[in-house]
Structures are given as C-alpha cells and as structure tokens.
C-alpha cells in the first residue's frame, strides 16, 4: 500500500471517528463510572445516576406493532432526538386464559406480541430509556383497557378494586411479568427508569387508595426498585396517586401554564412531567378522522419543554389494533354509549400508522436540538421503506356460512348465555370475534317477529334458513335499525310465509370493550339482559340451542376447507379467498382497500388485521406489513356480512380516509 493512501486512511478514520463515536451514546453517558442510583426526584429536576437529566420520551406500544418492526420503529424515535420509550403492558397480551401466562414462547395466539423482554432489550439497544405503565389497567383505547375478558366470568369480581378475585389474578400476573421486568431496571444494568402503577384511576368512578397501596406493595415486594409512578387530570387532584410514594405525572395536550402550575403546587419541589402529552387523537368508527393541528401541536410541545418540563408524547406512533382488540370509549351522543375504535391507530402521530416520517416528526427533531442540552450520539433516521400496491386479485373461494359452522371449533348445546360466560378455553369464556346461537326446527309462521329486548351487544345478524334477513351495514344511518347495538328492544320481521322446521341463526359480533370511565361489567353476545320473544312466544334459556364461538384463531384460520368456486349463490354473511402470489424479492408493506366491501374482517396468512365497516368511515384500508407476507402464494381471505362480496382484493399505497 502507498504511503500516501495510508496517510489518507488514517485520516479517514479519524474523521469518521470524528462524526460518530466523538458523542457518548445516553448509556455511555448515563453509567459512565458505574450505576450507582436510578431515576431520581429528590429535587426539582429529575437526576439519573446523579447526573441531570429531562425525560424526552415517546409512547409507543409493542403490541399494535408487527414484532419484525419493533427496531425500525423505536430507532426512529431515537433518531428523533428522544431518550425515552414509553409503552403500557397490556394485561389480556399476556394472560389470554385463566390458566396461561404468555411472555413470548407459550405457544398462545399472541405469543409474537407477548415478548417483552426482546422489545425492552431492543429499545436499550437502540439506546432508550423505558418507562413502563404496569396496569393491571392501562386505558390505552385498547380492548377493555388491557383486562382480560375472563376476569367477567366470575361474579363477585370488581375490577380496579380491593377485590380478592381481581387481586389474586393480578397477584398471578405480576409475579411473572415483574420477574421478567425486575432484571430490566436500570439500577440492574436494563433500561428501565420508571414503572407506572395503575392509570387514570381518579377517573374511575369508584378510586380507591386501599388498592392502591395494595398495587404499590406488590411492586415493591416483587423487587421493584426504580421510580413509581401515577397519571391522571390535573383537574382530578390526587385522587389517583398515593402522595409521597408514587411520583405524580399529568396528562394533557394544552394550557401548559394551568396544569404544570397545578401539579407544581400539588406536589412542590420536584420535577413535572406530562406523561401524556397529545399529539393527535384516536378514531372511532361512525365519527370523523380526528387530526391535531401541527402548530398547534408544535407550539404547545414547546412550551412543555419549555416550562422546563419532561414530556411522554402520546401516541409517538401509534400503530394498529390488530385482529380484534381495539377497545371502545362509551362517550356521549349514542344512547347505548358505545364507541368502538377503528383498526387503525394511527393516532395523526409523528409518525404514521405505517412508519412514515410526518411533519410533526420534523417539528419534534428541531425542539429536541434546540431543548436537549445533552449531547449524546443520534443516528440519523433510517430510510423509509415504500410501500406496494399489489395487482388485484379475484376471488378463487367462497366458503358457505353453513360450513364455517360445520368447522366451528366447538360447539355447545345449553342455554344461551354470553361469550364470556361459555364453557370453552378452559373455563375463560370466548374473549373476541363472534358468536353464533342457533335454533332449530323451529315453526315460524308468516309474518312473525323477533324481539330481542335490551340492547344487543354489539350487533347481530339474523339468518333464516340461511339468508340475511337483518339489515347489512350499507349505511350508517342502518345503525339505528335493528341489529345494531344504539337500538333498545329491536324487533324485525322473520319471514312472509309460513316456515315449518325453520332454522333460525343470531351471529353476534364483539366490537370491543369499553376500556375508559365507566365500564365494569360489559358481557358480549346474548347476555343476562336480553330476552328474546318469537312473537309473544319468549325463546328462553330452556329451549334448546347450539352455540358455535367462532373465534378466528390462527391456525383454524389456516386450516378451513370445503372451499367452492365463487358463483354469487351466497345468501348470508360467508368467507371470500384470494391468493396474492409474489414471485420477486421486493416484498414490502401495503394498504388493502376494502372500499368496495361493506362490512367483516381481513385475514392475512392466518393472521387476522383488522376490521372494515365501509360506510361507517373513517378508515377505508387496512395496513398490512411486509413482514407478513412472504415470496410465494399467500392467502388472503375476506369474512363478508352481507351477501354482496367485492369482485377483487385491491390495494393502495396510502390509508384512505372517508368521514361518514
Ligand atoms: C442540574 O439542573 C439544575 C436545575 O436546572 C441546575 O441548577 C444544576 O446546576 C444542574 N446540574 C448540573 C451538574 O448541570
Ligand atoms: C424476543 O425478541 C428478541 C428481540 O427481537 C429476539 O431476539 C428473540 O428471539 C425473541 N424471542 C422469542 C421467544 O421469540
Ligand atoms: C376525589 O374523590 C372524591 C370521592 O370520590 C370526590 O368527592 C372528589 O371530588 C374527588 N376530587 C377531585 C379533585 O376530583
Ligand atoms: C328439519 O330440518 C333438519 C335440518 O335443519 C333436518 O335434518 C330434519 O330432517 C328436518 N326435520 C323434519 C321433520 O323435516
Ligand atoms: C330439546 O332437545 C331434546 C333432544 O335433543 C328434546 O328431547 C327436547 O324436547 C328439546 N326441548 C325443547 C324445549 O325443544
Ligand atoms: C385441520 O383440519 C383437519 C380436518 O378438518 C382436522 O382434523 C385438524 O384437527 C385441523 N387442525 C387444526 C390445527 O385445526
């Protein structure tokens, strides 16, 4: 080698020495000379290993991402500027049934989701901090909060209370999460600084410090160490925190003054921290796409950072509610106060449901130059990948809703009863999807209604032999006919003529639980408060039906026959397939447009994406990851209510939205 192209190396290895490893990492920062303390508020100014630090962090939660982009997602929130994750535990992840704790090898449906200790060592590999919001309840618009359905099934159980049920179960669960999340903390050479007890519990009509401090004991005992927190209003006061032992953290997305004021003077001389600051908002099906403004954003963020305040940006990417655990909010304006969550979480996040880089992202990167005093090293954000719009397809099966039920994976003869209450899973009931009650040989004679008194939870298709006879979702305003969950004792005509040995079907579709505010017993299906009358006949517990749970599990889904050729014969909701067959490399994330679908659910390779219910608004398409799809034939099928299927599978680049 010549002397002068050593020369020329050696300087260039000094410069690039020069641009990347001249910063410490925040690790390297924060441990230089060993751990000796954690996150600390014993002044007004959050300290880290006895050295200054501000909070600049992000939510973002493991479970409405693909696994596979667990990395890209929270390297881009680094690259952001940012020093800290954060992300809740959703309970109903981890403990699917009664009897089975998942943390990522159980062999569960959600096992993939369910490994928390590869997302918090990947966050300390990307070099962030994490805080953690136990739960038990997390809110989050999640399915019921993050609480497994099962808990229900029990009589005496009252959730977020001094309750034995519901704290032996949690007692259960937190034995195993935290023996996973105690070697985590950072005090143990992990990434946690901070572990939030409980949530929003002073919105809760019933807070209760007594389970609290039960809450606050747990942790401890279970080798908790590092800071522990609460959140709630400003506006709730203490309500929801444990003055002195839990550090009180706020939630709000303006008036900074007016809530960073009231919480200084709540809990003086120690640092503030809105640990949720807003930057966008969720969407509810049947209600416009909500955006946040970006200057209004952008203004307010400031001047949190400003104050100087340490802020968690709720959503920092707000990903999907996969299959069906998007939970529901029971807002004002619908008089059975239900409010399901569409599929997309896209939340007008930083950045997109997706992955994209927003204007909020860059507003966000220029604050953290200007507020983040610390230098530390920030790698640049990774480059987005694009997305693909994949040919049509046409459909090459229908599968008949008489056999979906011939392959239901169970089926119980009794009473009815709610999906909560059957005897399947181990005793756990049926937490998501649908649930059939079927009755037969049954004489109708013409003109006879059907009662279902109550409201029904949350809609249900009727069949007669086969044949919708219930109002599809082609409208919205259908919402306020039978079938559908704002209807108190609806009633619809069964038939014109006389049927002998009729064959009578009531499909009932969960569209998730509430999980904010009041919602503590809420049962799916046909439930305790419902009765239904054939006429002035009542159809009671004691006539005989068969109740199918349809669950759409993974491997079922993969495993369903009896397909026929598509020949528009259908008379009822049914399974519509299509095979997307890609023969190059190039397999990146797409949208799938359900615009010319009325209502169901998509399945991907087994997995199932999430919910469409077209004239609803706002989401029109569903995000469906690379990651997911693989060289090769893949299988993609449509669950159709109404008897009208799409002809194809399309695809887009971008989400569509479309406000009813
Ligand atoms: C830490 O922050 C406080 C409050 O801003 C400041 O008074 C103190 O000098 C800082 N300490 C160091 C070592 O920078
Ligand atoms: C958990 O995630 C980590 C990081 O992605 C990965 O290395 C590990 O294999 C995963 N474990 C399981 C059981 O999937
Ligand atoms: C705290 O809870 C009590 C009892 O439920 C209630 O009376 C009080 O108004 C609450 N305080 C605030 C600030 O909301
Ligand atoms: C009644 O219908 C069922 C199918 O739903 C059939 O198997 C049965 O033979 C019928 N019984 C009579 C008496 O027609
Ligand atoms: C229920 O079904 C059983 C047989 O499966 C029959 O003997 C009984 O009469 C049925 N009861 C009613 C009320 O239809
Ligand atoms: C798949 O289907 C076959 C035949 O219908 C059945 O024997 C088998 O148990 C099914 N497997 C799963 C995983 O459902």
């Given amino acids: 080698m010549a002397l002068n192209t050593r020369i020329l190396l050696g300087l260039l290895s000094l410069l690039t020495i020069g641009f990347s490893a001249d910063l410490p990492t925040l690790y390297e920062y924060y441990t230089e000379g060993g751990i000796k303390s954690g996150l600390s508020v014993d002044q007004p100014y959050f300290t880290l290993n006895g050295k200054n630090i501000s909070i600049y962090s992000g939510s973002m939660h493991y479970f409405r991402i693909p696994p596979e982009l667990w990395q890209d997602r929270l390297r881009k929130l680094r690259a952001a500027g940012l020093n800290t994750v954060e992300t809740s535990i959703a309970w109903n992840i981890h403990h699917p049934n009664i009897n089975d704790l998942e943390f990522g090898d159980g062999g569960t449906e959600l096992e993939a989701w369910a490994n928390l200790t590869g997302f918090i060592r990947l966050a300390q590999q990307e070099d962030l901090f994490v805080i953690v919001r136990l739960g038990p309840y997390i809110s989050a618009d999640w399915e019921f909060g993050g609480l497994p359905s099962w808990l229900l099934s029990v009589e005496t159980m009252e959730i977020r209370q001094y309750n034995a049920y519901f704290l032996?179960?949690?007692?259960?669960?937190?034995?195993?999460?935290?023996?996973?999340?105690?070697?985590?903390?950072?005090?143990?050479?992990?990434?946690?600084?901070?572990?939030?007890?409980?949530?929003?519990?002073?919105y809760s009509p019933y807070p209760n410090a007594e389970y609290l401090q039960i809450l606050y004991e747990l942790i401890q005992y279970l080798d908790i160490v590092e800071l522990l927190s609460s959140c709630d209003g400003a506006s709730s006061g203490q309500n929801g925190t444990l003055p002195g032992l839990l550090f009180q953290t706020i939630e709000f997305g303006s008036e900074i003054a007016l809530n960073f004021g009231k919480l200084e003077e709540m809990q003086p001389n120690k640092p503030v921290?809105?640990?949720?600051?807003?930057?966008?908002?969720?969407?509810?099906?049947?209600?416009?796409?909500?955006?946040?403004?970006?200057?209004?954003?952008?203004?307010?963020?400031?001047?949190?950072?400003?104050?100087?305040?340490?802020?968690?940006?709720?959503?920092?990417?707000g990903g999907t509610n996969w299959g069906f655990m998007n939970g529901a909010n029971n807002g004002v304006g619908d008089n059975s106060n239900f409010q399901p969550i569409t599929t997309s979480y896209d939340f007008d996040a930083p950045l997109t449901e997706a992955g994209d880089y927003t204007p909020k992202y860059d507003a966000i990167r220029e604050l953290m130059k200007k507020y983040n005093t610390i230098e530390t090293f920030t790698p640049d954000p990774p480059e987005v990948k694009g997305r693909r719009v994949y040919s049509s397809l046409d459909l090459n099966g229908q599968l008949?809703?008489?056999?979906?039920?011939?392959?239901?994976?169970?089926?119980?003869?009794?009473?009815?009863?709610?999906?909560?209450?059957?005897?399947?899973?181990?005793?756990?009931?049926?937490?998501?999807?649908?649930?059939?009650?079927?009755?037969?040989?049954?004489?109708?004679?013409?003109?006879s209604a059907l009662t279902i008194t109550g409201h029904v939870r949350d809609t249900v298709m009727v069949l007669v032999n086969g044949v919708l006879i219930s109002n599809a979702l082609t409208s919205s305003d259908r919402l306020d006919t039978f079938g559908y969950w704002r209807i108190e004792n609806g009633i619809v005509l069964l038939t014109t003529e006389d049927l002998n040995n009729a064959t009578l079907d009531l499909i009932f579709e969960n569209w998730g639980r509430v999980g904010f505010g009041n919602f503590y017993k809420q049962f799916k299906g046909l439930t305790d408060s419902n009765r239904l009358f054939l006429n002035y006949e009542e159809l009671g517990c004691r006539t005989n039906w068969t109740i199918y749970p349809l669950e759409f599990k993974r491997s079922w889904n993969q495993n369903l026959s009896d397909w026929e050729a598509v020949d528009g014969s259908v008379t009822g909701p049914a399974l519509y397939k299509a095979t997307l067959t890609i023969y190059d490399d190039d397999i990146t994330d797409t949208y799938i447009d359900m615009q010319e679908w009325v209502k169901g659910f998509v399945i991907v390779n087994g997995i199932v994406v999430g919910r469409y219910a077209t004239a609803l608004g706002p989401q029109q398409a569903l995000y469906l990851p690379g990651p997911w799809l693989h060289k090769g034939d893949n299988e993609i099928i449509v669950f159709e209510h109404s008897p009208w299927p799409a002809s194809q599978i399309k695809f887009t680049k971008d989400p569509i939205y479309n406000n009813p």
């Fill in 168 to 202: 032996s179960n949690v007692g259960k669960y937190f034995g195993e999460m935290l023996s996973i999340l105690s070697k985590l903390q950072f005090t143990n050479g992990g990434p946690i600084i901070m572990f939030q007890v409980e949530h929003e519990l002073a």
């Fill in 400 to 447: 008949r809703f008489e056999n979906i039920l011939r392959q239901a994976p169970d089926k119980i003869e009794d009473c009815f009863q709610s999906m909560e209450n059957l005897p399947i899973n181990e005793n756990s009931g049926q937490s998501y999807g649908y649930t059939v009650y079927r009755r037969e040989g049954l004489n109708i004679p013409a003109n």
């Fill in 273 to 317: 921290m809105a640990m949720e600051f807003y930057s966008g908002w969720a969407d509810h099906w049947t209600e416009q796409h909500r955006t946040r403004d970006l200057i209004d954003f952008r203004d307010n963020y400031e001047q949190a950072l400003a104050w100087p305040g340490s802020v968690n940006l709720y959503m920092f990417h």
